[in-house]
């Protein structure tokens, strides 16, 4: 089959899969009306989601929209060649269509953006740089073919933060890959994190990560964007988003650096849910992933977490 229609029936298939997830997405929408987290404060940040109804016509949980009060993502290309390092170009715009420049600081950077593969094979959280014109630019790592969809975590000046999302195609030969099975550990680069906890719909559940490398406990991480650990949640199928940060921060007289991290989060729905650990230690952040089921178990009891997606990077 010659490159010209394996990449026609790549986009063909990614335009159905894309359709299948926004219908998801709006099928949950009046259960995803509000997500809670704890920030690194440690006190609540509510992350209720507004209206969108000039553009859909109904509420959708962050992540799912790439516009939203007035503020669209807008990407420079939206298919790309796969490549380890390909160039990644954005812009926020603001109602009048005018590319946004003034940003408030959240968590010691401007703007967060999260790529992930949509079958969740591929996870990355990265830190664009900012253009006087209003552009931000990132390498991605896209050497995995397939959709993806990057989100771009952010406040403007004078303005709550948001969450907006936008679907990139990687062309090449596309080998989707099945959710991981639930586990309680996750191994990444001789750190070994384990998950103890569950998440139920509705309700603020508690998640404990603890970290141990050789079977000791690590006791001396290191701050990684004001936190000892960041947790970003996200639902298979749709992808609706979750950022998430730790019940306390360093130097707040009370949160020891490690081995433990505490999270607080409420999922909208029950059904999967793919949550993605980084923290850092000698110098390097790592990732490590989980695969939970969010049902009707009691906090602080697993309910089957993954620990299979895990990687670590120099920190950006």
């Known amino acids: ?15 159905v899969a894309f359709a299948a997830a926004a219908g998801l997405g709006y099928a949950a929408g009046p259960d995803a009306e509000r997500i809670d987290a704890v ?27 790439m516009s939203r009060d007035g503020y669209s993502l807008q990407l420079a290309d939206g298919i790309v060649p796969a490549a380890p390092d390909a160039s990644i170009s954005f812009t926020i715009r603001d109602e009048d269509g005018r590319p946004v420049t003034g940003y408030e600081t959240t968590h010691d950077k401007d703007l967060h953006l999260i790529a992930v593969r949509r079958d969740t094979a591929g996870f990355q959280h990265v830190h664009p740089s900012l253009d006087a014109d209003g552009t931000w ?10 959709g993806w969809r990057v989100f771009a975590d952010f406040a403007p000046a004078g303005h709550d933060a948001l969450t907006l999302g936008a679907d990139l195609s990687v ?12 586990r309680t550990t996750a191994s990444v680069d001789g750190y070994d994190v384990t998950l103890d906890g569950g998440l139920v719909p509705g309700t603020s559940s508690k998640l404990t990560l603890t970290v141990s490398r050789d079977g000791r406990p690590v006791t001396d991480l290191e701050p990684y964007l004001a936190a000892y650990g960041h947790l970003v949640a996200l639902r298979d199928g749709d992808l609706a988003y979750l950022h998430v940060h730790p019940d306390g921060e360093p130097g707040d007289g009370r949160t020891e650096p490690g081995p433990e991290i505490t999270f607080y989060a409420t999922t909208p729905t029950a059904g999967s849910y793919r949550l993605f650990l980084d923290f850092k230690h000698n110098g390097r952040v790592r990732t490590a992933a989980f695969t939970v089921e969010a049902g009707t178990a009691r906090p602080g009891h697993a309910t089957g977490p993954q620990g299979g997606s895990a990687h670590d990077h120099e920190e950006e």
């Open 1 to 15: 089959m010659s490159t010209a229609v394996k990449l026609t029936a790549f986009i063909g298939g990614l335009a």
């Open 39 to 65: 920030d690194e404060h440690g006190s609540d940040h509510d992350m209720t989601t507004t209206s969108n109804t000039a553009a859909t016509g109904a509420e959708d949980p962050p992540g799912l929209a």
């Open 137 to 146: 630019s990132v390498p991605l790592d896209l050497s995995l073919a397939g």
């Open 171 to 182: 062309a090449g030969e596309y080998d989707p890959l099945p959710l991981p099975e639930p």
